[in-house]
């Protein structure tokens, strides 16, 4: 299992806290820890020094209860910014301010990513076909699922495309979500609920005093 000793681990904590503006220095070490509890799982032969995609994965789906595929390998580039295949700590822990306790502004952009797959800029008609046909539960029935799935593309293109471009442009998006809070998450589940979310913090920043 890897270990940071404790010179490494006040330099990295320094250095983070320095960025970081939605955690203590007390949490930042705390997620520091855990970083290198869940980077003892993972091989470190690669020689890079990070979570690589299916631990990441599994992070996503045993704290945080993730089961979209597709989503989860979209949070996992969000997180993975230098794209080397890798989260780094400072990568676990940039992401996780956001992730955890971003502002309303910080998580529709992340969001917005998330679903923007191809990166352009908007958010396509095939986009949300591909994401939504994704996240829905298959329902087993004599119609053919991909009509009802572009009707609710459909029905979604009509509340959120302000400009009527036929696509979702971040102030499309950014308008429509400040409208509905509830748009958010359009297109799948892409930030942790409510319940992980609270368990994560209280399991990772137990008070010292209590320990």
Not at 31 to 52: A, C, V
Not at 144 to 159: A, F, Q, R, W
Not at 169 to 174: G, K, L, N, P, T
């Amino acid at each position: 299992m890897y270990t940071v000793d404790r010179k490494r681990l006040q330099k990295l904590k320094d250095s983070i806290s320095k960025s970081s503006k939605h955690f203590t220095s007390y949490e930042i070490e705390c997620l520091i820890k855990i970083f290198y509890t869940f980077l003892g799982e993972t091989t470190e032969k690669q020689g890079s020094i990070g979570i690589d995609r299916n631990a990441f994965r599994n992070i996503l789906h045993t704290t945080f209860g993730m089961t979209d595929d597709m989503i989860m390998d979209r949070v996992f580039r969000g997180f993975d910014r230098d794209n080397d295949g890798f989260v780094s700590v400072t990568e676990w822990i940039s992401g996780l301010c956001i992730f955890l306790r971003g502002s309303l502004e910080e998580k529709m952009k992340y969001c917005f990513e998330i679903y923007d797959l191809n990166g352009d800029g908007f958010i396509s008609r095939e986009e949300m076909f591909h994401m939504l046909k994704n996240s829905l539960l298959k329902q087993p029935s004599e119609e053919d699922p991909d009509e009802g799935i572009k009707d609710l593309v459909d029905i979604t293109l009509k509340k959120m495309d302000h400009d009527h471009d036929g696509k979702l442009s971040f102030v499309d998006y950014e308008t429509s979500v400040r409208e509905e809070a509830l748009l958010l998450e359009a297109f799948g589940p892409c930030l942790p609920d409510s319940k992980s979310h609270l368990e994560f913090e209280a399991q990772v920043f137990k008070d010292p005093h209590d320990l």
